[in-house]
């Protein structure tokens, strides 16, 4: 039994209403029905035999949905070369009723900010990532089900200096690969 009992705060005042239902959250996922209940007696309650006039509304059946699980997020390599090296994030391995799934990807450095790398996608995976930063970074893939439901999961990788210096025909030569990809996402930070 997914019930949940709410009471009416305020007054009617010239016929107008105010009032605030204290949000039973989060709830389990299941089927609900939201009821309204009108009384020509405050602080009475609805099954309370008091006598008291009551109408009550019902609302039509809807669904809390339970985000997409189980899903996991890799990158590949685990370790890579500053401004050399194309990372690949991606995703597999979640289970939901709301199919299909659309997966974005992002990075995250020690500050606490993301990149997004891509917008939502039917594709299970985001490459051509060029970090142009030093150090360790977080990688994201966040899974949304047809019902909105988001959830994500992480991995880690290591972003090092380059063992040599880079030529300009590198740096363009990795610049040339992620322009010809046509990702608008894929990013040089």
Do not use: H
Not at 96 to 109: G, T
């Amino acid at each position: 039994d997914n019930s949940t009992d709410a009471v009416m705060v305020g007054q009617v005042e010239n016929g107008l209403g105010t009032f605030s239902i204290p949000a039973p959250l989060p709830v389990p996922t299941g089927t609900y029905i939201m009821r309204l209940t009108l009384s020509d007696s405050s602080n009475s309650a609805y099954d309370s035999g008091s006598g008291s006039l009551f109408f009550y509304f019902d609302s039509e059946q809807f669904l809390v949905d339970e985000p997409p699980a189980n899903g996991v997020a890799k990158i590949y390599p685990t370790v890579g070369n500053v401004s050399s090296t194309l990372f690949r994030i991606s995703t597999l391995g979640w289970v939901d009723d709301d199919l299909p799934l659309q997966n974005r990807f992002s990075w995250k450095f020690a500050d606490g900010t993301y990149q997004i790398v891509s917008a939502w996608t039917y594709s299970s995976s985001a490459g051509n990532i060029l970090i142009g930063k030093v150090g360790s970074i977080t990688a994201r893939a966040e899974a949304r089900d047809t019902l909105g439901s988001i959830t994500a999961a992480y991995t880690e990788a290591t972003v090092q200096e380059n063992s040599v210096a880079l030529s300009e025909a590198d740096i363009a030569s990795s610049l040339a690969s992620i322009a010809s990809a046509g990702d608008t996402y894929a990013t040089l930070s």
